[in-house]
């Protein structure tokens, strides 16, 4: 049997292209909701933006790397797995924390600012924990990864769309409020489309190798949600931000990160089929824990 760290997932250059502009769509529609007050707001709680980079950005990142350090999967499914570390919420967050009553403004605070800071800071964590472990620094060497070159297709992902979508809303609000109402489903569907359209090319990949990733993407789901949820609790934050944080630090973009293991790793098998798994699972996990919390009567303990 071929092994994983070798099989290559087939995407070709125009599904590629597809999906880059996907996601920016994407982006640009979740930036179209959002505004300067959202920062504003996160900067009168300075306690509450400090725990969620923690959350997101240091924490996250560092025990992911731990558990490969425990549990030694394969190269590619490890350097999946800081891949998915290593990228920020997903904008799906803002929904499940509705639903299961959180604190929704806090959540897309959080999210606009990770989105933000992801610029710099999913190139940074990737490529620390990624070289810091022998067998994914083993893959890093190979690819000859350029960090330039990461950086500057996370900018013009996620930080472009970014800045141009609150700009829209700075200058025009209604035309914001429309768009974002066409925009966000419409790109959102195409994105989907795009993820099974890759799957159905390479049906028998996923079936062969699938099984190498499923309790791990699983294990690695629930603890990037209790993550969040334990240092919220340690930081004595009510159990409503709990909740937010938890769903925040749980729900990964992961479609950025099968964008970047497409561009920069040629699809390379335990990246990709991990990155894949986690983007139908997260779904699955954070509504099924977001139904929970929303019937779940609890007296605030804090």
Same mark, same amino acid.
């Given at each position: 049997?071929?092994?994983?760290?070798?099989?290559?997932?087939?995407?070709?250059?125009?599904?590629?292209?597809?999906?880059?502009?996907?996601?920016?769509?994407?982006?640009?529609?979740?930036?179209?909701?959002?505004?300067?007050?959202?920062?504003?707001?996160?900067?009168?709680?300075?306690?509450?933006?400090?725990?969620?980079?923690?959350?997101?950005?240091?924490?996250?990142?560092?025990?992911?790397?731990?558990?490969?350090?425990?549990?030694?999967?394969?190269?590619?499914?490890?350097?999946?797995?800081?891949?998915?570390?290593?990228?920020?919420?997903?904008?799906?967050?803002?929904?499940?924390?509705?639903?299961?009553?959180?604190?929704?403004?806090?959540?897309?605070?959080?999210?606009?600012?990770?989105?933000?800071?992801?610029?710099?800071?999913?190139?940074?964590?990737?490529?620390?924990?990624?070289?810091?472990?022998?067998?994914?620094?083993?893959?890093?060497?190979?690819?000859?990864?350029?960090?330039?070159?990461?950086?500057?297709?996370?900018?013009?992902?996620?930080?472009?769309?970014?800045?141009?979508?609150?700009?829209?809303?700075?200058?025009?609000?209604?035309?914001?409020?429309?768009? $974002?109402?066409?925009?966000?489903?419409?790109?959102?569907?195409?994105?989907?489309?795009?993820?099974?359209?890759?799957? $159905?090319?390479?049906?028998?990949?996923?079936?062969?190798?699938?099984?190498?990733?499923?309790?791990?993407?699983?294990?690695?789901?629930?603890?990037?949600?209790?993550?969040?949820?334990?240092?919220?609790?340690?930081?004595?934050?009510?159990?409503?931000?709990?909740?937010?944080?938890?769903?925040?630090?749980?729900?990964?973009? $992961?479609?950025?990160?099968?964008?970047?293991?497409?561009?920069?790793?040629?699809?390379?098998?335990?990246?990709?089929?991990?990155?894949?798994?986690?983007?139908?699972?997260?779904?699955? $996990?954070?509504?099924?824990?977001?139904?929970?919390?929303?019937?779940?009567?609890?007296?605030?303990?804090?």
């Amino acid at each position: 049997m071929q092994q994983l760290d070798h099989v290559q997932i087939n995407f070709d250059t125009n599904a590629l292209w597809v999906l880059n502009v996907a996601l920016a769509l994407v982006m640009f529609g979740v930036a179209l909701g959002i505004s300067i007050n959202d920062f504003k707001s996160l900067i009168k709680q300075p306690k509450l933006v400090l725990i969620g980079i923690l959350s997101q950005f240091i924490f996250l990142p560092f025990v992911t790397f731990l558990f490969v350090l425990l549990i030694k999967p394969q190269p590619s499914i490890a350097l999946g797995m800081m891949m998915v570390a290593a990228c920020p919420g997903g904008n799906v967050s803002n929904f499940m924390t509705s639903l299961a009553k959180g604190n929704t403004a806090l959540s897309v605070s959080l999210t606009a600012f990770a989105t933000f800071l992801a610029v710099f800071m999913t190139p940074l964590n990737f490529q620390f924990y990624g070289n810091l472990y022998q067998p994914t620094a083993e893959i890093l060497k190979s690819i000859q990864l350029e960090p330039f070159e990461l950086i500057k297709l996370v900018v013009l992902i996620l930080g472009i769309p970014l800045v141009l979508g609150m700009l829209l809303r700075f200058y025009n609000e209604k035309l914001a409020h429309k768009l $974002s109402k066409v925009l966000k489903p419409l790109s959102i569907v195409v994105f989907i489309a795009i993820v099974i359209i890759a799957f $159905s090319k390479n049906l028998e990949v996923f079936n062969n190798f699938i099984h190498h990733v499923l309790l791990i993407g699983v294990s690695h789901n629930i603890l990037a949600i209790t993550i969040g949820f334990l240092v919220a609790r340690t930081f004595k934050l009510s159990f409503k931000n709990q909740k937010t944080l938890a769903i925040e630090t749980g729900i990964q973009n $992961s479609g950025l990160g099968l964008l970047l293991i497409f561009t920069f790793f040629d699809g390379i098998g335990g990246m990709a089929i991990l990155a894949a798994f986690w983007g139908i699972w997260h779904i699955i $996990s954070g509504l099924l824990l977001a139904w929970y919390w929303s019937h779940k009567k609890r007296r605030l303990a804090y």
